[in-house]
């Protein structure tokens, strides 16, 4: 079985320009997590993509968005790039099912993102 | 609002000594517990999990934690630290309703002197 995948590993950017990070969720998963981790902290939620649509929020502005596609993978889009951006961002999905019954992440490697 | 303190950065044991690392939550209703342990340059693996019933939860690689309600807490213990167990450790809190967010507490660094 194929864990949770994420590309690229590492990228480096400049402020102001956008970024796409990408998530391949483990087969069968419907649902899928976005975190910041920044150096020296724990991740902070993003969002959150159940069936293609966003469903919960964490404390990021509007120019953090996603999608997710049909075969449940994702898309991280960052807008104007600012130095604070600079973080490991993390993908997780989860297994079909009721939220209240189904408890586990499975998190994928990271991207590594710079913004110079 | 939920919330995750991991008492100290930096935990430093010898190898075979015992592994404490502590966290306190703050939620209004008893949260989903969880430690995650992160690797250099890796993700998040799970450790071990609360959600209902027994309060002393085992986890891989010899690590369990206990929740307990009346000091909301969940503290992770080894009884006999690794070399190997030298990582970053999360304590992370879930609601039970609201899908997946999880809120992380900040990390304890295990070092594990030989």
């Known amino acids: 079985e194929t864990g949770v995948t994420q590309s690229p590993t590492h990228l480096i950017k400049t402020r102001g320009q956008q970024v796409t990070l990408r998530c391949s969720s483990q087969?069968?998963?419907?649902?899928v997590s976005w975190y910041q981790q920044a150096l020296g902290q724990g991740p902070q939620f993003i969002f959150q993509?159940?069936?293609?649509?966003?469903?919960g929020r964490g404390n990021f502005p509007p120019r953090f968005s996603g999608l997710q596609f049909p075969n449940y993978s994702s898309e991280l889009n960052v807008n104007a790039l600012e130095l604070d951006d600079s973080a490991l961002y993390l993908c997780?999905?989860?297994?079909?099912?009721?939220?209240?019954?189904?408890?586990?992440?499975?998190f994928g490697p990271g991207t590594r993102l710079l913004v110079l | 609002a939920q919330s995750v303190t991991q008492l100290g950065s930096h935990v430093s044991v010898s190898e075979g000594a015992l592994v404490l690392l502590r966290c306190n939550y703050s939620?209004?209703?008893?949260?989903?517990l969880f430690w995650y342990v992160q690797y250099p340059n890796q993700g998040l693996q799970l450790l071990l999990k609360?959600?209902?019933?027994?309060?002393l939860v085992k986890g891989i690689n010899g690590f369990e934690a206990e929740f307990k309600k009346s000091e909301t807490s969940f503290h992770l213990t080894k009884p006999s630290a690794h070399m190997s167990d030298a990582a970053e450790y999360f304590c992370?809190?879930?609601?039970?309703?609201?899908?997946?967010?999880?809120?992380f507490g900040a990390g304890t660094r295990l070092f594990v002197k030989a």
């Open positions: 997780a999905s989860s297994p079909p099912g009721d939220f209240l019954i189904q408890e586990t992440q499975y």
């Open positions: 992370a809190v879930r609601a039970h309703t609201g899908g997946f967010k999880t809120i």
């Open positions: 087969s069968g998963h419907n649902t």
């Open positions: 939620s209004s209703v008893p949260p989903y």
């Open positions: 993509y159940y069936r293609e649509e966003e469903n």
């Open positions: 609360y959600t209902t019933g027994a309060t």
